[in-house]
């Protein structure tokens, strides 16, 4: 009778063991999945690069600029009076282009 009451505590005992042993496992692994997730997370919010181009209004006339710099690399002689009052409230907040083929189909757009 003493040996049964001796199985039978080995086995709950061991029965807890693997429970917890189970448990254990299973909340390591969703730490590191959760670690991975905020980590693609982090990395997706990260600062967007500043455009490479802005077009603005400067002088009265439309002017183009490159990242960094205060004077213009090009102006567009096109009276930014003609424009609608939307694209002058853009022109004066300035516009910004990431390639250069985005600059070239707006200035395209503008002056048609």
Do not use: W
């Not at 002088?59 to 710099?69: D, E, M, S, T, Y």
């Not at 009052?85 to 707006?106: A, N, P, V």
Request: net charge negative; with cysteine.
């Amino acid at each position: 009778m003493k040996k049964d009451i001796n199985k039978r505590v080995f086995y709950t005992f061991f029965a807890a063991l693997t429970i917890s042993g189970f448990i254990v496992i299973c909340t390591l692994g969703q730490s590191i999945h959760h670690e991975k997730v905020e980590s693609k997370i982090a990395a997706a919010v990260t600062e967007p690069a500043p455009p490479l181009y802005t077009v603005r209004e400067y002088n009265g006339k439309i002017a183009v600029f490159r990242l960094g710099r205060d004077d213009p690399y090009m102006t567009v002689d096109y009276e930014p009076m003609l424009l609608s009052e939307y694209d002058r409230t853009l022109l004066s907040e300035g516009i910004g282009f990431y390639t250069e083929k985005e600059l070239k189909i707006y200035l395209q757009d503008i002056s048609t």
